[in-house]
């Protein structure tokens, strides 16, 4: 079992930065593939990045390409998002998921992760 809690949100005037964290509980937590994800208001659940557990590989959205990095600490048991540049579009509920075996053709699905946190609400104002 792994249990996820995300911190860090809040509010950021556009162009700022932000760095989430999301501290997992459990033995195995580093062999799971790490994500990213975000629901804006009226809007599905939308993949923004995730981390591989085995090479550390890291796969992107293209919205966020280039301004966002996803990293972990495995001592820590923790993930992080490190948001710069952020953009009023970026506001969301960010989650963090962690996924067993997930292959690299579905890192930015959904339904291949297991453990979801409760979410942190980010709010980039214009």
């Known amino acids: 079992q792994v249990q996820l809690v995300e911190s860090g949100g809040g509010l950021v005037q556009a162009g700022g930065s932000l760095r989430l964290s999301c501290a997992a509980s459990?033995?195995?937590?580093?062999?799971?593939?790490k994500g990213w994800f975000r629901q804006a208001p009226g809007k599905e659940r939308e993949f923004v990045a995730a981390i591989t557990w085995s090479s550390n590989s890291t796969y992107y959205a293209d919205s966020v390409k280039g301004r966002f990095t996803i990293s972990r600490d495995n001592i820590k048991n923790t993930i992080y998002l490190q948001m710069n540049s952020l953009k009023p579009e970026d506001t969301a509920v960010y989650y963090c998921?962690?996924?067993?075996?997930?292959?690299?053709?579905?890192?930015?699905?959904?339904?291949?992760?297991?453990?979801w946190g409760q979410g942190t609400q980010v709010a980039v104002s214009s």
């Open positions: 998921a962690a996924g067993y075996a997930v292959r690299y053709s579905d890192l930015a699905v959904e339904s291949r992760y297991d453990y």
């Open positions: 459990g033995r195995t937590f580093s062999t799971y593939t």
